[in-house]
């Protein structure tokens, strides 16, 4: 069984408009969680982490323990966006490192 | 430039033959990791190195699959007898050692091709 769903392979949105990239883990314990961004011919890099509650390039991600959900989102997305996105548990419950889920490809029209 | 570094970029090969990748991460990492990523899909996590131990293994990476890291510093993984399935990108990341949030830092990646 999948350990981390990303339910949206796709996902379009105009510019200007809000963006939720939503995420869902399960897991025994309390994993850190981060989103990952790979742009377009550009590697795998990190975007955010939940443990610094941090807000980058205008992205913030909540994670919602009882929901087991850490969404990705952002209150007006801009064309630079467009990328794949990745959400990652630090661990799954075999102890493997860094799981990525199976990614959503954010498009974001003019 | 002084980020993770992987060779080749691109390699295409027959059925049956064998391939090794290299990864040189950046050099105060201590942790390696190897994923491999194919259409639609996220990074598969294949194993993962402290120094020059190698202390995880994903149970469903196959005998034919061997990763080394001799000295702590650069690591190789090869594939034994590779099969088409085997066709995918290989990721190569590096992070820290020093609890559970730190930042993998990843290569550009190798792709495989196998014909």
């Known amino acids: 069984a999948q350990r981390v769903t990303q339910p949206e392979k796709l996902l379009s949105v105009f510019k200007g408009a809000p963006v939720e990239l939503k995420c869902n883990y399960s897991?025994?314990?309390?994993?850190?969680l981060f989103w990952y961004v790979q742009y377009s011919r550009q590697r795998l890099q990190l975007l955010l982490r939940?443990?610094s509650r941090e807000s980058i390039k205008g992205f913030t991600a909540d994670l919602n323990k009882g929901e087991t959900s850490f969404h990705l989102k952002k209150p007006f997305a801009q064309e630079e966006d467009s990328a794949m996105y990745y959400c990652?548990?630090?661990?799954?419950?075999?102890?493997?490192?860094?799981?990525f889920g199976p990614g959503t490809r954010l498009s974001v029209l003019p | 430039d002084t980020g993770v570094s992987q060779n080749p970029r691109h390699k295409i090969t027959k059925r049956g033959q064998n391939v090794t990748f290299r990864c040189d991460p950046i050099?105060?990492?201590?942790?390696l990791y190897w994923y491999r990523q194919t259409l639609g899909q996220g990074p598969e996590f294949l194993t993962y190195?402290?120094?020059?131990?190698?202390?995880?293994k994903s149970r469903l990476l196959s005998d034919r699959f061997s990763a080394e890291r001799p000295k702590g510093s650069f690591s190789t993984l090869e594939i034994q007898r590779t099969e088409q399935g085997d066709s995918a990108m290989y990721l190569c990341?590096?992070?820290?050692?020093?609890?559970?949030?730190?930042?993998?830092?990843f290569g550009q990646g190798t792709r495989l091709t196998v014909v």
């Open positions: 050099s105060e990492h201590n942790r």
């Open positions: 990652a548990p630090d661990r799954d419950n075999y102890g493997q490192n860094f799981v």
């Open positions: 897991y025994s314990g309390s994993p850190e």
């Open positions: 990341a590096s992070s820290l050692a020093g609890g559970s949030n730190t930042e993998a830092f």
């Open positions: 190195f402290q120094n020059e131990a190698q202390l995880e």
């Open positions: 939940h443990i």
